[in-house]
């Protein structure tokens, strides 16, 4: 979960980085998900975890600072490493959700004469969250299941690393991978149903149905039929 928190915050800043007009944000984001889309998870592990062998301590040139107490930690640096492998991905999902709320929709924020930020908390985001929740729940259960990953860094106390340790010491190791793979199931299983209710609560207002005559109004007013728009012919007076 703190991995995935990392992910979101760090991708969204990442995306916000992607869209800005400044060449150099936009370098430094493309440059960053270039690498961490690029390489495999299991070898960006194996990097945190070699190093605290590789850098010790950072000489600022006033100051010396000692890194041992953070990279001895394994614990942290399986989080970072997740979290920042899923930010790469985070980004492109939150970039594409913003990016397919309409520009009138921010036009018309800034004709009111909202900034930016309100524009996006009030206007863009609440529109783009039913774009952004389900491959961002698709992204929360990959994730769960990538934590047997973290074995790489070395860290064996998630449920991966700690069912091994036993089946190692009762020499079964079928039954306590069963184990494991019920546990993931059961987990999984949850953040699917949260992810329905999610999608549901956002969804709320994204469809209309209106009648016919109802749409011809609607047409002779924006000029084209919106594409959120279920037409419903007209009921006959008689049948009323």
């Known amino acids: 979960m ?19 007009g400044n060449p150099v944000l936009q370098g430094v984001a493309w440059l960053y998900l ?39 930690n394994m614990f942290i640096l399986a989080v970072l490493g997740l979290g920042l492998n899923e930010a790469a991905y985070m980004a492109e999902i939150v970039r594409s959700g913003i990016q397919a709320v309409p520009e009138g929709q921010m036009e018309a ?13 009030r206007t863009v985001l609440p529109q783009a969250m039913r774009i952004i929740i389900p491959p961002t729940g698709n992204e929360l259960i990959s994730m769960l299941k990538t934590t047997s990953l973290v074995v790489a860094v070395p860290y064996s106390l998630e449920l991966y690393g700690r069912s091994m340790d036993i089946a190692y010491s009762l020499f079964e190791p079928v039954p306590m991978l069963l184990v494991a793979a019920t546990w993931y199931l059961v987990i999984t299983s949850v953040l699917m149903v949260g992810q329905y209710y999610l999608e ?4 709320k ?35 009323r």
């Open 2 to 20: 703190l991995s995935m928190i990392i992910g979101v915050v760090f991708g969204a800043t990442l995306a916000v980085m992607r869209m800005s």
């Open 34 to 72: 270039w690498i961490f889309r690029g390489t495999p998870i299991y070898v960006q592990l194996v990097f945190w975890g070699l190093l605290g062998s590789l850098y010790q301590t950072v000489n600022l040139g006033f100051a010396e600072i000692d890194l041992q107490n953070f990279l001895s």
């Open 109 to 121: 924020s800034k004709a009111l004469g909202m900034g930016w930020s309100l524009t996006m908390r």
């Open 200 to 203: 549901k609560h956002f969804e």
């Open 205 to 239: 207002g994204s469809t209309r149905n209106l009648t016919a005559r109802q749409l011809a109004a609607l047409a002779d007013a924006e000029g084209a039929i919106p594409g959120n728009v279920n037409v419903v012919p007209d009921t006959p007076k008689e049948n």
